[in-house]
């Protein structure tokens, strides 16, 4: 009868609480605001880098061609981290 008090008692020492999941929920989705965060402004800036300070996207400093380029790249690129954020925010993290 001792044993399976014993076992009883470690199996309810093994689940975590339901304060520790509520905890790990935070950080799991802090991690997603921080994902999203920061993708989009290093996307942003390498966009902007490319458009404005190498002159892709001015019309006076730029050609046709560079300009289809830059703006094709970036509807790519665009449509690439919306497609990405919506499936992380889709899904549930699991809790470790």
Do not use: C, H
């Not at 009883?8 to 689940?15: A, K, L, N, P, V």
Request: charged share 20%; hydrophobic share 50%; no cysteine.
């Amino acid at each position: 009868m001792a044993e399976e008090e014993k076992k009883i008692g470690q199996e309810q020492e093994e689940q975590p609480s339901e304060e520790y999941k509520l905890n790990m929920q935070l950080v799991s989705f802090f991690v997603k605001i921080m994902r999203t965060i920061f993708l989009g402004f290093f996307l942003m800036m390498a966009d902007v880098f490319i458009g404005l300070f190498l002159g892709f996207a001015v019309p006076e400093e730029s050609t046709t061609g560079r300009m289809i380029f830059f703006y094709s790249w970036f509807i790519i690129t665009l449509t690439a981290y919306i497609y990405f954020i919506w499936r992380m925010w889709r899904k549930k993290m699991p809790v470790p």
